[in-house]
């Protein structure tokens, strides 16, 4: 399509229609217009993302009923915080969930990219299926995989008595839960940091590449020479994704909620989940919302430093 | 080409083969592995209880047994309509409003425009999880327990559909609009004739995945409802396992009914779904 054929033809005519008798200046008009097509998600996003994220830092300082009576505490919910073994423990479990997590989605998100780079129709097919599991909800992630590590005759535990290690609990002990949900959630998630890495990989001019060879670097060496700085924005983005994710995206709830209930010995307790426990099973909204609020501020710190080190959300070099 | 680089061209093949070869084979035995859990699903869902543990991935008595003991036993098919339901019109609504939002972001002149701008790109990475006992709180002083509005409305607004068609829109020529706009078209019509058919391809590829997440979304459902009529699929299956526990085959077959209809939207609009991603990151 041509600009011509979208344009229409005409003889430009100043527009000034009369809105109530005064007439608007062409700028006006466009400061009415941007405003009103603003309106609808500004104020949407208000009331569904901006209330809450306000509402979160604030409602922590209140004891709150189940039916909708709020008293004012203080820092009550904050101190209980301080005394909670479960909730440490939670925090705990979250760190090492992003201690494990962060590190294999790189690895394994930039190793798939290395390996399916060239744009052939075999790596496309390959793409697609490594993708796939993305596509599917958390819900049913959660429930194959308990299937396939269910206690003594799950796939993997009849594998593993075969080759004469014996069966395990995956999920029930709590030297592997954790690890296991970890597992899970990588192959759940590394299709979309696999074409993450994609994308920044070839946005490397080849002539890079081509100039090394002539001197003679090997594939590794180019790798570490070439790849990895000129990836450093996606890199960046990915760890920074990656992280917040890990802190929570819907895996840290879907995965443990249908899984593990955050047990054995809550071991897979991931704050998001201990949260969300408290509101909604023990009717603890006060205490619950003092608790995300210090993911609230965390997040917020990440977004702020994230806007600073990528100058307005743009991850490419100038 | 030359003859001579032609055969140069060749003998480089040569040499490549058996690296390449392992490379694809590499590739491949991890396409499989991905995948393999999802075969897993499909075949469980088609075996008989007695043999749903078995190792053979081909059932040795396939059924359809499991899928109409779901269908008969909880009402599916409504839990299927309200997922499909809730799912659509969030995602036409959402396309709406951001691409509005998104298009006089990158184009139209107004003050305050990139402090706006700003504001909603702060909350880019704050997920639901992590203000889901405010939300629901709000929510529910707002009437929206229980109710379709209440699966719809807060689904709407997120900050990524906005970005992302700001940054397309960015991309656009400005000379087509400016045309129009010199030409008497009100900012609306520009915006309706213009820019929404030139934004068919990114509006088509966020669809894709509008459509995937809410069919996909769980906790927000979970809170939100308790009302068993307004279950969307995700809640549906949670629960089907806690009551059918240990009952593999019919979860299985539940889980398959729930994961076939986004791995067809997968393999349908891959290409699409693929391209839209690699190119979201970072640009």
């Known amino acids: ?318 | 080409m030359s003859e001579a680089s032609r055969i140069e061209r060749q003998i480089s093949l040569a040499a490549l083969r058996p690296a390449r070869l392992i490379l694809h084979l590499v590739g491949l035995i991890l396409a499989f592995m991905a995948v393999a859990p999802l075969f897993w699903m499909l075949s469980m869902s088609f075996k008989t209880s007695d043999e749903v543990f078995g190792i053979n991935l081909i059932p040795n008595h396939p059924t359809l047994g499991n899928f109409l003991y779901v269908f008969t036993q909880v009402d599916f098919f409504r839990y299927l309509w309200n997922t499909f339901f809730v799912s659509a019109t969030v995602t036409v609504i959402a396309l709406f409003f951001h691409s509005m939002a998104g298009y006089a972001l990158a184009r139209l002149r107004f003050p305050g425009r990139d402090m706006i701008f700003l504001t909603m790109f702060a909350t880019f990475l704050i997920s639901q999880p992590v203000i889901i006992v405010p939300l629901f709180i709000l929510a529910r002083s707002l009437g929206l327990l229980d109710n379709y509005a209440g699966l719809i409305v807060p689904s709407i607004f997120n900050a990524f559909g906005i970005f992302l068609l700001r940054q397309f829109y960015l991309a656009v020529p400005r000379e087509l609009e400016e045309a129009a706009v010199i030409d008497g078209a009100g900012y609306f019509r520009v915006y309706w004739s213009i820019i929404l058919p030139l934004s068919r391809p990114i509006l088509s590829a966020l669809a894709i995945l509008f459509f995937l997440a809410n069919w996909n979304s769980f906790l927000w459902p979970l809170t939100i409802t308790s009302d068993q009529k307004l279950w969307m699929v995700q809640v549906a299956i949670a629960s089907f396992r806690q009551q059918y526990n240990g009952s593999w085959n019919y979860i299985m077959a539940a889980s398959t009914v729930v994961a076939l209809p986004t791995l067809a939207m997968f393999v349908v609009f891959q290409k699409r779904i693929i391209e839209s991603i690699k190119t979201s990151g970072i640009k």
Request: glycine residues 10%; charged residues 10%; hydrophobic residues 55%.
């Open chain 1, 1 to 318: 399509m041509t600009p011509d054929a979208i344009v229409p033809n005409r003889v430009a005519k100043p527009a000034t229609p009369k809105v109530g008798g005064f007439a608007l200046s062409n700028k006006h008009r466009e400061w009415i217009a941007g405003y009103l097509f603003v309106l609808p998600d500004a104020i949407g996003l208000l009331i569904f993302v901006g209330a809450p994220m306000i509402l979160s830092l604030s409602l922590g300082f209140f004891s709150v009923s189940g039916f909708g009576g709020y008293a004012f505490v203080g820092l009550d919910n904050y101190r209980r915080m301080l005394g909670d073994p479960l909730f440490w423990q939670s925090l705990r479990v979250t760190i090492l969930y992003i201690v494990m997590l962060v590190p294999a989605l790189y690895v394994v998100g930039l190793g798939l990219a290395l390996l399916i780079q060239a744009d052939t129709r075999f790596n496309g097919f390959v793409r697609s299926l490594l993708f796939m599991p993305q596509t599917v909800s958390l819900v049913v992630v959660a429930l194959v995989w308990q299937v396939l590590l269910i206690d003594k005759i799950g796939l993997l535990n009849q594998f593993t008595s075969a080759l004469g290690l014996g069966a395990f609990s995956w999920l029930g002990d709590p030297r592997f839960a954790l690890i296991a949900v970890v597992v899970i959630s990588v192959w759940f998630l590394m299709g979309f940091y696999m074409l993450i890495f994609l994308g920044g990989l070839q946005d490397i001019p080849k002539e890079y590449y081509e100039a090394a060879k002539i001197d003679g670097a090997g594939p590794i060496a180019s790798f570490y020479l070439i790849t990895l700085p000129l990836l450093r924005p996606t890199s960046f983005f990915v760890l920074l994704v990656s992280t917040v994710t890990a802190v929570c995206g819907s895996q840290t709830f879907d995965l443990v909620y249908v899984m593990t209930r955050g047990g054995p010995a809550n071991t897979t307790s991931l704050a998001i989940f201990y949260v969300y426990q408290q509101a909604f099973l023990f009717n603890e909204y006060g205490y619950a919302a003092a608790m995300a609020s210090v993911l609230v501020v965390v997040l917020m710190l990440i977004t702020v430093l994230m806007f600073m080190l990528t100058r307005g959300g743009r991850f490419t070099y100038e």
